[in-house]
Every structure is written in C-alpha cells, then in structure tokens.
C-alpha cells in the first residue's frame, strides 16, 4: 500500500547544479502536484497536472519544469538550483474533479541548497 | 479570492485538555473543508473533512464543522494525547477556481504528559 512515493529523501546541492525530484503514485489517480513547504508559509503549489499530458503552473513556479511522464508519475526539475529554492517538497495527488476528493501526500523531499 | 487563516502557534496543552484550533476561510465558490495533520519527518495525512454546510468531520476524537455563516471550520478533541503532537493545517478545495487547494499556514500542537 505505497500511496505516493517521492525519492530522494534528502537533497544537498550547490547553487547553480540541477537535479530532478521524482514522484509516483499507485492510487490510479488522475491529478498531481508539486507543493513546497517553508517555515510561517504554509504549502504553496508549485506546478500541478490536472490530467496525464497536462501541466500548469502553480503559486510559485518560477526557476521549476515539472514533466507528467505518465500517468503515475510526475517529476520536479530544477535547472539552475538556488539558496532561496532550499525547502521541503512535497508531490500530492487525488482523483480530481470529484467534490472533497483530499490530496494524497507523498513524505518530502528535504532539499538544501548551499 | 481563496485564502484560509488559521490561528496561529504554537499551543502547547496537557495531557487530557480540551483543544481548539480556530479556522477561517474566504471562497469564491462553494468550497470543501479539510484539516490535514503532519507529524515530524512525514507529508500531511488527512485528518478529516465536510463537503457541505452544517456537515461535522470526525476522525480519531478529533471534529469540525463546516459553519458557512461564520466561514469557519474550527478543530476541536475533547481529550488530547502526547501522540496528538503534530502540525495541523486547514485547507480548503473549491471547484470554481478548477479545485485548487489552499492551505493555512500550520498550528503547531505540543501536548505534554
């Protein structure tokens, strides 16, 4: 029963290096998300894909690229990291469009940017 | 637009205290209420939620209910245990703006024995 799964856990990079967070889901949903949580602000939404070959843009979007590759998985890529991109990232995800379908949360990915 | 205020922490109770933890929302549409609970090192997990007004969530001794007069969805337990510690956070989906969620920013709960 995995629900969402995100890899990696924990993250260190340093300012300018890429990387890609990975998440799936087995839950046969068909909308994910891509949150991040920082200290006083709650989550804010970063990229969201409503539906398999969709993608959108969240709150908070700019230095992100998010690939919905199929429709278990959705991953993060951030080009050029940055220190302000330092934060706790989560991948959601629900069936959509149903009324109070809740998000699904995988566990986080806890990135560091030095 | 869509916000949730939540108030703010963190509140530190004993063992066995009556909790409340105040919630607000402003929706354009018609929204749905959900309290997300997050323990240390995990994501948030669903703790409870009500899709209509007047309708009560309940869920492990933890109840909101969605009160669309007074826009608030306020968490309450009767009884609070040690492993009640967590952050709670009140969200809210509303279809009109494509089901988006908006999250408050997090009450910190620290119950000590």
């Known amino acids: 029963n995995a629900g969402v799964t995100q890899t990696p856990k924990f993250q260190v990079l340093k300012t300018g290096q890429s990387m890609t967070l990975q998440c799936a889901q087995d839950?046969?949903?068909?909308?994910m998300y891509w949150y991040r949580q920082d200290p006083g602000m709650g989550l804010r939404l970063i990229y969201y894909?409503?539906?398999?070959?969709?993608?959108d843009k969240g709150e908070v979007p700019n230095g992100y690229n998010v690939s919905r590759l199929n429709k278990r998985e959705f991953s993060l890529r951030l080009e050029s990291a940055a220190p302000s991109q330092t934060s706790v990232y989560f991948c959601?995800?629900?069936?959509?469009?149903?009324?109070?379908?809740?998000?699904?949360f995988g566990n986080g990915t806890r990135l560091t940017v030095t | 637009g869509n916000s949730v205020t939540q108030m703010e922490g963190p509140v530190t109770l004993s063992e066995e205290a009556f909790l409340t933890i105040n919630c607000t929302y402003t929706a354009t549409g018609y929204p749905s209420l959900f309290w997300y609970v997050q323990y240390p090192g995990e994501g948030l997990q669903l703790l409870l939620k009500?899709?209509?007004?007047?309708d009560k969530g309940s869920n492990k001794g933890f109840e909101a209910t969605y009160r669309k007069e007074t826009t608030s969805f306020h968490l309450e337990k009767g009884s609070v245990q040690v492993s009640d510690s967590a952050v709670y956070f009140c969200?809210?989906?509303?279809?009109?703006?494509?089901?988006?969620?908006?999250f408050g920013t997090g009450t910190s709960l620290t119950v000590i024995p």
């Open positions: 839950m046969n949903h068909n909308s």
């Open positions: 894909s409503a539906s398999e070959g969709t993608t």
């Open positions: 959601a995800s629900r069936t959509g469009g149903a009324r109070g379908s809740p998000l699904h």
């Open positions: 009500a899709t209509k007004a007047d």
């Open positions: 969200a809210l989906s509303d279809r009109s703006v494509g089901n988006q969620f908006y």
